[in-house]
């Protein structure tokens, strides 16, 4: 059975730099609070009408293509990740697939909802793809343009101050050596916290989950639209909310425990990892893993400082960046982790 290689990889990061001082002037907050507590110095941000997720998708894309030496018509299968996509539907799989010229091709489109863990459970999905010989070519993205919806005021901070864009891509192909290639992946989940950190509405829940109708603006008439109500907005309902202490007590548990299951499935130990590069939540959570797995400073890739925390994107940002800067080469032992809404994790361990 064939291995899954990373032949191609690349970035796109947009210009314009929001930092911790700029927040400062529309909000009640202050660059030391914001670093003390995630580590972030500066996000970016699209310039709106011009940038999308799906434009920085493919933007990574591009990069990723000329990386493995082939042209975008040789794609046969596109996986996109994003908790933020252009368009409630369709997804930003086809129109990466339209922007690149690949249409004609007809080749397959997956969009992939699972927010922080999105590229790890990309990275699984397309493994199999790769193993089983369905596919040969996959380019898989994982992209965000989280500014467009965020609320950028003292009532939205704890959340807002978090969140950057940007884009990462990768090119997956088969291989026949067996020093190469994607090792194992793990991927786990649980609903039971699914609200500690959402995206609510609006939605198409319909009320079901709502503690009080009446805040939500909610009617009983069943032709009168619950998708975007009149007190969603009035009452700015139409934000992302996060309890930040209870998905940090969860992300510090659950990061160590799926990258060991990685490590222990492969027979490997935390000490034989040349780097691993969690998804960018905080850097006080990376800090907490890399003491608790004894983890020197080099073999943890941390870039949330730059960019803040763009989600299905900061693992294959940080991994494009870790490879361009040499941190990575042929034969490294890698481990790829992330941890986020829904709650879900998962980790992918492979040789370079």
């Given at each position: 059975m064939n291995k899954t290689i990373i032949k191609g990889i690349g970035h796109y990061i947009p210009d314009n730099v929001l930092t911790n001082q700029d927040l400062e002037s529309i909000m009640d907050t202050d660059d030391g609070w914001i670093r003390?507590?995630?580590?972030?110095?500066?996000?970016?941000?699209?310039?709106?009408?011009?940038?999308?997720?799906?434009?920085?998708?493919?933007?990574?894309?591009?990069?990723?293509?000329?990386?493995?030496?082939?042209?975008?018509d040789d794609i046969d299968f596109?996986?996109?990740?994003?908790?933020?996509?252009d368009y409630y539907f369709p997804g930003c799989g086809v129109l990466a697939q339209r922007m690149l010229g690949i249409s004609e091709g007809e080749c397959g489109a997956l969009d992939i909802r699972n927010q922080c863990s999105g590229f790890i459970y990309g990275m699984s999905v397309a493994d199999q793809f790769i193993k089983t010989g369905m596919y040969r070519n996959i380019l898989l993205i994982g992209s965000e343009a989280h500014s467009l919806g965020?609320?950028?005021?003292?009532?939205?901070?704890?959340?807002?101050?978090?969140?950057?864009?940007?884009?990462g891509a990768v090119i997956l192909q088969p291989t026949e050596n067996e020093t190469s290639g994607i090792l194992s992946t793990h991927l786990h989940s649980d609903g039971r916290y699914a609200e500690k950190?959402?995206?609510i509405s609006p939605g198409c829940h319909g009320g079901y989950y709502a503690d009080d109708a009446e805040k939500y603006g909610f009617s009983?008439?069943?032709?009168?639209?619950?998708?975007?109500?009149?007190?969603?907005?009035?009452?700015?309902?139409?934000?992302?909310q996060m309890d930040g202490q209870f998905v940090f007590k969860h992300a510090v548990t659950k990061f160590p425990e799926?990258?060991?299951?990685?490590?222990?499935?492969?027979g490997k130990k935390a000490s034989d990892l040349k780097i691993l590069i969690p998804h960018q939540a905080n850097l006080r959570i990376s800090q907490f893993v890399q003491k608790r797995m004894g983890l020197t400073d080099d073999q943890v890739y941390n870039n949330i400082q730059k960019y803040g925390n763009t989600t299905a994107a900061s693992i294959p940002?940080?991994?494009?960046?870790?490879?361009?800067?040499?941190?990575?080469?042929?034969?490294?032992?890698?481990?790829?982790?992330?941890?986020?809404?829904g709650f879900t994790w998962g980790s992918v361990l492979l040789n370079w």
């Open positions: 003390e507590r995630t580590g972030i110095i500066e996000r970016h941000v699209v310039t709106k009408f011009k940038e999308t997720t799906a434009t920085m998708g493919v933007e990574a894309a591009r990069k990723a293509i000329r990386s493995a030496g082939i042209e975008p596109i996986i996109f990740a994003t908790l933020s996509p965020m609320d950028y005021s003292t009532r939205g901070r704890d959340v807002s101050v978090i969140f950057g864009d940007g884009a950190l959402a995206f009983e008439d069943p032709l009168e639209s619950v998708f975007l109500t009149q007190a969603m907005l009035d009452d700015h309902l139409t934000f992302p799926v990258i060991q299951e990685a490590l222990k499935k492969a940002i940080a991994l494009s960046e870790a490879y361009h800067e040499g941190r990575i080469d042929h034969g490294d032992l890698v481990c790829l982790a992330a941890f986020g809404s």
